[in-house]
């Protein structure tokens, strides 16, 4: 690597991956309705929307993640970039859902490529634990915002005039940041070492992507579909072909082969819990940036860019909060982002008592804020937490695997507590009643992440802890 290039210049860059990937994912939450009219879908094809995105997001994550070992990791960046900035343009200019839908899973799919070089930079660049661990509470700012940004700018975008359809906007606006990345990193961010001694695992990768496929698509078009026979029988498939998958990983790392997983990854303890930690929160964090912004447009008659801004001050708040437990937790570990988990369930049961039909501005205000007070102490960190014992040999594939569950772990909150919702919503004609208990749920989420951090070392610094399982 050019030692002359700043690794904070290199962060900044690689930082525009997630950045743009999370904004495209909570973009769509508030728009959907002018997304729908624009052209001219039924409710099935509104959903593959996000479902499509989604699934060639977290289908192709691993691999993403495993190119960047063996290609480099800047390349991969680079032309992730390229075809993500492209399939927004597409999505931007589609005229019927088949085209919007079709372009949706190739942008998630580009965005699987390009994500896992930053977290995998982020491992190579800060070898210093203190360093790490500020550019990781970086790289959560970063996610945190983006979501929070997405929903602002998803409300504004869909709710004003402009010389086009707002909605499309939504993915044009993409292109001079991506052209901005792309020269950025084509000039400034070094390249690291390639691991090319053995082949690459394609029929790995086929393994993989069949069975990401069969879990992730029943769980997001389930229950749209009234939970068909086919939807459970491709859960069971999943669960089959992932038993294969590491037992051929297992097979082929004992023939001397090169496997996409070296599943000497999961014998870390402390990466194996925080997957876990990580399940739960993002689960909850997704599904309630979509519960809260459809209940304050159908729930308290809020038009769509009323309802962005109601998510501005919990991004104020989530970097304040974050810029704080990237110092803290290098301090006082996770009881940081204990405290954050417990803010977060006090906010969830204050909206229960007063998220009603004609509250306040005011009281809408501040629980929203809360929100984001408590997440910003939760959410950086909790990659930090994750990726603290590991070598920087398995950087690459462990940037794979966080992100992939954290993608899936949308899609299980979008899905189970999302399907809950408006099930209720239907069925009890009331759309206070379904967000109280979605909330509740949300609740059960939290406190699950509570309890998985509970087992880990409470001391947090950088990758000096290094428990393996027995």
């Excluded at 070296?262 to 940036?289: E, P, Q, R």
Aim: charged share 10%; net charge positive; aromatic share 14%.
């Amino acid at each position: 690597m050019n030692k002359s290039v700043s690794p904070w210049l290199s962060l900044l860059i690689v930082l525009t991956a997630p950045l743009l990937s999370v904004i495209d994912i909570f973009i769509i939450n508030v728009a959907i309705p002018s997304i729908q009219s624009g052209i001219k879908a039924n409710n099935a094809q509104i959903q593959l929307v996000i479902a499509g995105y989604l699934l060639g997001y977290a289908s192709f994550l691993i691999t993403g993640g495993r190119c960047g070992d063996y290609f480099g990791r800047k390349r991969i960046f680079f032309w992730g970039m390229v075809g993500f900035t492209i399939f927004s343009c597409l999505c931007g200019l589609s005229q019927t859902p088949f085209q919007l839908n079709l372009m949706r899973f190739l942008q998630g799919m580009s965005a699987a490529f390009m994500v896992p070089q930053s977290i995998a930079f982020i491992q190579i660049l800060f070898a210093d634990p203190k360093e790490r661990s500020k550019a990781i509470g970086w790289f959560g700012i970063t996610l945190g915002l983006a979501s929070i940004i997405g929903q602002v700018l998803g409300g504004y975008f869909s709710g004003g005039q402009f010389f086009v359809a707002g909605w499309r906007l939504i993915f044009l606006i993409n292109l001079p940041i991506g052209i901005l990345s792309l020269l950025a990193a084509h000039f400034y961010l070094p390249e690291t070492a390639r691991h090319r001694g053995t082949k690459m695992d394609i029929a790995g990768v086929g393994i993989l992507t069949a069975g990401l496929f069969c879990l992730i698509y029943p769980l997001i078009q389930g229950r749209e579909s009234g939970w068909p026979w086919w939807s459970f029988a491709l859960l069971v498939l999943a669960a089959g072909i992932f038993i294969y998958f590491f037992y051929n990983q297992q097979q082929k790392k004992s023939a001397g082969q090169s496997p996409l997983i070296d599943n000497d990854l999961f014998g870390f303890k402390d990466f194996n819990i925080g997957l876990w930690a990580v399940l739960f929160h993002f689960m909850l964090h997704t599904c309630y940036l979509l519960l809260s912004a459809v209940f304050l447009q159908n729930g308290l008659g809020l038009s769509p860019l009323t309802a962005g801004l109601y998510f501005v001050a919990p991004g104020i708040l989530f970097t304040m909060s974050s810029v704080a437990a990237s110092k803290l937790t290098s301090r006082y570990g996770t009881a940081v982002l204990q405290i954050g988990i417990v803010i977060i369930l006090a906010t969830f049961g204050l909206q229960i008592v007063f998220f009603k039909t004609g509250a306040s501005i005011a009281m809408l205000f501040v629980l929203q804020a809360t929100y984001g007070l408590g997440n910003g102490l939760v959410l950086p960190s909790l990659l930090n937490v994750t990726l603290r014992s590991l070598p920087p040999a398995f950087a690459g594939t462990a940037a794979g695997v966080y992100s992939t569950v954290q993608q899936t772990a949308s899609a299980l909150g979008i899905c189970l507590i999302g399907g809950l919702y408006f099930y209720l919503a239907d069925e009890m004609h009331s759309v206070q009643l379904a967000y109280h208990y979605g909330l509740a749920a949300l609740m059960c989420c939290g406190v699950l992440t509570s309890i998985t951090l509970f087992r880990l070392p409470r001391v947090v610094q950088g990758n000096t802890v290094a428990q393996v399982a027995e």
